[in-house]
């Protein structure tokens, strides 16, 4: 297998399996946006949540923070290598945490799947019931509220939809901004 590392000016530069796509940074220049505050109760399912408070919303995606709470159970993936020269990392098997789990810091993205249906993604950084850090991509359906309300700032977008699409160069199909009509 090709090290998929190299060194360039003293910096550490992963290369993908792919054709090199660039620039990376794709994005779109939106004219208006709706701010939200979503504080979901002790005890909710998270994903399920979300989705019910955004089902009576006017957009097309969005994206927000974790601003604090807890969590009672979640479970989180981390990157891990594989043996697929075209996909060297991949998701790993859930870590599961249970207990009051303290979130630090989280990174939410609402986009679409391919029929249109609301897509959460979601990276967070949190402590475990003792103290140590975690961090990953959140299954926000197995996340549980905690005995504190988890609080969320989203932004909402009516005409960019976050679509998932292949990426030739990851080989993960990714979140891209595309020009929609509001639903």
């Known amino acids: 297998m090709t090290p998929h590392f190299e060194l360039r000016g003293g910096v550490r530069h992963f290369n993908h399996a792919g054709p090199a796509r660039l620039p990376r940074l794709l994005d779109c220049e939106v004219a208006c946006s709706q701010e939200l505050r979503v504080e979901l109760a002790p005890g909710s399912q998270v994903g399920e949540s979300l989705l019910s408070v955004l089902e009576r919303c006017r957009y097309q995606s969005a994206v927000g923070r974790v601003l604090w709470g807890s969590a009672c159970t979640l479970a989180y993936h981390r990157m891990v290598t594989t043996s697929d020269s075209q996909r060297p990392y991949d998701y790993g098997k859930p870590v599961v945490l249970t207990g009051p789990v303290t979130f630090i810091s989280g990174a939410l993205t609402v986009g679409r799947d391919a029929s249109g249906a609301p897509l959460l993604h979601c990276h967070a950084g949190m402590l475990d019931s003792l103290g ?52």
């Open 132 to 183: 140590q850090q975690h961090g990953g991509h959140l299954v926000l359906q197995r996340v549980v509220v905690g005995s504190e309300p988890l609080v969320l700032r989203l932004c909402l977008f009516e005409h960019v939809a976050y679509q998932v699409q292949p990426d030739t160069e990851t080989q993960f199909n990714l979140l891209h901004p595309v020009l929609k009509e509001a639903s």
